[in-house]
Nanobody, 118 residues
Framework: VQLQASGGGLVQPGGSLRLSCAAS????????MGWFRQAPGKQRELVAV???????TYADSVKGRFTISRDNAKNTVYLQMNSLKPEDTAVYYC?????????????WGQGTLVTVSS
């Protein structure tokens, strides 16, 4: 099982980016999916979470600006980031609780860098 994240890059303050994270492999089911981020010199923090039914939770710092969604048919989770601020600069990591035959565990993507700068 693999999680492949994409969509990071350099954007000006106030701009937008959309991150994607696709799960592949012998997947029986996908449970909770989400995104964390880690800025230089800081601890990893939770950004957003989405359940299989579509319920969402956001960090206070991104509420109203970021939107998490998922396409269960494509085993993919998205993070639409609008009104980006320099403090959003970080490496963004996706994760998913995945059930394969016989076990359920947490998997992580490789991280994608988002830089917000003029």
């Amino acid at each position: 099982v693999q999680l492949q994240a994409s969509g990071g890059g350099l954007v000006q303050p106030g701009g937008s980016l959309r991150l994607s994270c696709a799960a592949s492999g012998s997947i029986f089911s996908l449970d909770q999916m989400g995104w964390f981020r880690q800025a230089p010199g800081k601890q990893r923090e939770l950004v957003a979470v989405i359940t299989p039914g579509g319920s969402t939770t956001y960090a206070d710092s991104v509420k109203g600006r970021f939107t998490i969604s998922r396409d269960n048919a494509k085993n993919t989770v998205y993070l639409q980031m609008n009104s980006l601020k320099p403090e959003d600069t970080a490496v963004y990591y996706c994760y998913a609780y995945i059930t394969v035959v016989g076990s359920t565990r947490n998997y992580w993507g490789q991280g994608t860098l988002v830089t917000v700068s003029s």
